[in-house]
């Protein structure tokens, strides 16, 4: 009866649902011209599937993703990346989608030079 006990412990810690919380930002300080690296961070979420997708001006862009990691909670987090160049005018954003929103969101990434 004992194994029934961590069983049902276990079903309840992955039943509990929690949307993203997702950072956009760059490795580096911006500055213009300059090579760097794009992040969009996703962090604190559950269950694992997610769609994370860097946009350049609205559009989908070439990027990389770290592997699906996950916290002592069974809180998963993921990074995606990708290498720019930072002309100012460009504008980048993240697409976000996971069962706990109902619509894809977009984080953009808050330019301070």
């Known amino acids: 009866e004992g194994s029934r006990a961590v069983v049902a412990v276990v079903v309840a810690a992955e039943a509990t649902s929690r949307a993203p919380t ?30 994370i997708e860097l946009l350049k001006n609205s559009k989908p862009m070439e990027s990389q993703e770290s592997d699906l990691s ?18 100012g005018k460009t504008e980048y954003a993240c697409k976000v989608g996971h069962e706990t929103v109902r619509e894809l969101q977009t984080h953009k990434l808050e330019w301070e030079f």
């Open 22 to 51: 997702v950072q956009v930002f760059t490795h580096y300080p911006p500055e213009i011209g300059k090579e760097n690296n794009l992040q969009c961070y996703a962090d604190r979420f559950h269950p694992p599937k997610i769609s």
């Open 70 to 87: 996950f916290h002592q909670d069974w809180a998963f987090h993921q990074l995606v990346y990708a290498n720019i160049t930072i002309d």
